[in-house]
């Protein structure tokens, strides 16, 4: 593994990213930005992909995007019975 400074900023941009996207899905009172946890899994799993080199963080990416994917979803659940009632 290359530790070339080259090398490790994208990972630190990467982790950082996905540290934020990691907290918007466990962090309870986020529920207004959980689109943001999905969008950072999105985004960090393209750049992981597109990558020639070896990234870490791919099970943080799948988190964000499933977890985030299913918070969404219950807020929409939620307020659809908020409304219909």
Do not use: Y
């Amino acid at each position: 593994m290359n530790d070339s400074p080259s090398h490790l900023a994208p990972q630190v941009r990467i982790s950082k990213a996905l540290a934020l996207g990691l907290v918007l899905t466990v962090w309870l009172l986020a529920w207004a930005t959980l689109g943001v946890a999905v969008i950072v899994g999105v985004l960090a799993m393209s750049i992981i992909k597109q990558s020639q080199q070896p990234f870490a963080g791919k099970i943080i990416t799948r988190w964000c995007i499933i977890v985030g994917s299913l918070q969404r979803l219950v807020l929409l659940s939620h307020i659809t019975q908020v409304s219909l009632e």
